[in-house]
């Protein structure tokens, strides 16, 4: 049995090249850094959340998704940042998988 295909994200975050926006941290090059990869999705969602101020079954509504999604997106976007920061890892802002 195959898994249910995944549901189309509203994202307005502008759309880039899949691997052009990486944060790390300065002095150490990036191929000595461990990446980890934040979905454009869970950056929508902690965009709409923390930056805007939106509840999360405001973001859903805007998304297109249910609140609960969101709440799932945003706890792994934290989760992704906070290690990134703490424990000095590039964060590679990856944008959707268009299918052909």
Do not use: W, Y
């Not at 191929?31 to 965009?47: C, G, H, P, T, V």
């Not at 509504?61 to 976007?77: A, P, Y």
């Amino acid at each position: 049995m195959t898994p249910r295909p995944r549901k189309p994200r509203i994202c307005e975050c502008p759309h880039r090249p899949p691997g052009s926006q990486v944060f790390k941290p300065a002095g150490i090059p990036l191929k000595n850094l461990e990446r980890i990869e934040l979905q454009q999705d869970e950056l929508e969602a902690l965009r709409l959340c923390d930056m805007q101020g939106l509840t999360q079954a405001e973001a859903g509504t805007r998304m297109e998704i249910s609140r609960g999604t969101v709440q799932r997106l945003v706890t792994s976007g934290r989760h992704k940042l906070v290690t990134a920061l703490v424990d000095c890892h590039a964060l590679l802002i990856k944008s959707p998988e268009i299918p052909e």
